[in-house]
């Protein structure tokens, strides 16, 4: 047995529809290891459980896998905003958020991120950065004047299949904005900030009040 796999068997099920919702995104979608999974579905879900969030933000659907986890946690009257820019996945989407519990929870938004948010006047409680790492820091601008001050910022591949602490080429434009990123962050005293070395790295950053 692995460590993954003993881990898996000592920590809540994902559910079933959950599961089946990873089995479908690995059957009819491309790239089907970008979604969140198991392990960290979980984490997600108790976060949002701790933080107990009323506004959540989502840059980077893909298939709702951590969509459908953070909902799972929300407290009552919360809701969750998605964005996703690749238009192909809207039909797969709305099927798996439609068929859930928690479909009045969520709200899907079909373009940029950075594009149509900005349009938006919500104030943030939690936001899960998770789209086009060659972006983080853009995120990261746009979203820290629309956080809740004590509201959290969550980034996903913050370490970026471990590439983040090489000397990375000029046009590996993916490393670059990761450790763009991660420096402006770990700079910032705004924020407080953690790594957790979970899957392919996720910082948890605190919004000082
Ligand atoms: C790693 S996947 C997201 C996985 C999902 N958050 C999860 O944990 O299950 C990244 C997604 O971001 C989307 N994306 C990339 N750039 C984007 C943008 N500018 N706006 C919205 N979505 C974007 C991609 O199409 C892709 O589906």
Request: hydrophobic share 40%; no cysteine; aromatic share 10%.
């Amino acid at each position: 047995m692995t460590l993954d796999e003993y881990i898996l068997q000592h920590i809540d099920a994902e559910g079933d529809y959950l599961h089946a919702l990873w089995r479908d995104t690995q059957l009819r979608l491309s790239y089907g290891q970008m979604a969140s999974g198991h392990l960290q579905g979980r984490l997600l879900k108790m976060l949002v459980q701790m933080i107990k969030p009323l506004k959540v933000l989502e840059l980077g659907t893909f298939s709702g896998y951590a969509t459908l986890s953070m909902a799972e946690g929300l407290p009552e009257g919360a809701e969750i905003h998605t964005f996703e820019v690749f238009d192909e996945n809207e039909d797969f989407l709305r099927e798996w958020f439609e068929g859930s519990a928690y479909k009045d929870k969520i709200h899907l938004h079909i373009g940029d991120a950075l594009q149509l948010l900005r349009q938006m006047e919500e104030q943030w409680d939690l936001a899960f950065i998770d789209a086009d790492k060659r972006e983080y820091v853009a995120y990261y601008e746009m979203l820290l004047p629309m956080m809740r001050p004590g509201g959290y910022i969550l980034a996903d591949n913050t370490l970026w299949y471990g590439r983040v602490v090489e000397k990375a080429r000029e046009s590996d434009l993916q490393t670059r904005g990761v450790q763009a990123f991660n420096d402006l962050v770990a700079s910032d005293n705004r924020v407080e900030k953690v790594i957790l070395p979970l899957r392919d790295g996720l910082t948890l950053i605190r919004v000082k009040a």
